[in-house]
């Protein structure tokens, strides 16, 4: 599988630039927002039992290794057939994604089946990342979504470094097994709020169609983009377009 560096063709001073605009644009969000987040946190907890915030390990940045040095490794779940001694693979870092808890806390006791993943490889590109309805999800949780409020705390990560405001959406380590080698690419830069595939149908895309707006980011990202990502990301935040 063919590598290429898609990060560092623009100089360090730009990537540089580009961050410190992005920390402050992140904490200027996180304090202007400050009176929402509080009040979504006391919703939260009065809605239904369970922690406020919810965090879950997911897939950053990866590294490229050959299929040799991957093989025999048990953190790592292998795709059907096993890894090729002679591919080369993105293998991901893993951060710690932040949101407001939306589901019931006993969501995987009470929902077993949609935490399953049972999947082949040629149907988990056609299926949908999230039911719609989804019976998981609570009363308050549902209005935090539809007004994307449950993402405000992913601020926080783009200040720390984890992820950043525009770039491919962070995955559920459940389902990289199903990922192609070549779709592994998706994870050459870091994550983001916000993408291709939110401003293109967010929920109502399948797997596959989420993996294309994803691909497509890497191989034309640019800040001119990211800009015209970021300004429509706004617009579909008002109008409400994909969340549920």
């Known amino acids: 599988m063919p590598v290429r560096d ?9 990537e540089t630039s580009y961050r410190i605009v992005e920390v402050t644009a992140a904490a200027i969000g996180l304090i202007v927002s400050l009176p929402i987040l509080l009040v979504a946190a006391v919703l939260v907890r009065i809605d239904s039992p369970g922690p406020i915030l919810f965090l879950h390990r997911r897939p950053a940045r990866s590294v490229v290794r050959d299929g040799r040095s991957l093989i ?10 096993g890894f090729e001694p002679n591919t080369l693979y ?4 893993y951060f710690t994604l932040i949101k407001f808890r939306t589901m019931y806390a006993d969501s995987r006791t009470r929902f077993p089946d949609l ?14 990342p999230t039911p719609n309805p989804d019976p998981r999800i609570t009363r308050v949780g549902s209005v935090l979504r ?18 950043r ?6 995955e559920a380590p459940e389902v990289l097994q199903f990922y192609t080698p ?14 291709l595939a939110q401003i293109n149908g967010r929920g109502l895309l399948t797997w596959g169609e989420t993996l294309a707006w994803d691909l497509k980011y890497i191989g034309q990202r640019s800040v001119a983009l990211d800009l015209k990502i970021i300004l429509l990301t706004l617009w579909r935040v008002v109008t409400r377009f994909g969340a549920f």
């Open 6 to 14: 898609v990060v560092g063709s623009s100089g360090w001073l730009a």
């Open 72 to 81: 025999g490794r048990t953190d790592l779940v292998p795709p059907p057939g």
């Open 90 to 93: 993105l293998v991901p870092s």
């Open 115 to 128: 935490y399953r993943y049972s999947f082949t490889a040629t149907n988990f590109h056609q299926q949908f």
């Open 146 to 163: 539809k007004m994307s409020i449950d993402e405000l705390p992913n601020l926080w990560s783009v200040v720390v470094g984890d992820i």
């Open 165 to 170: 405001l525009v770039g491919p959406r962070p």
């Open 182 to 195: 070549q779709e592994m690419y998706k994870f050459a830069c870091k994550p983001g709020i916000t993408g």
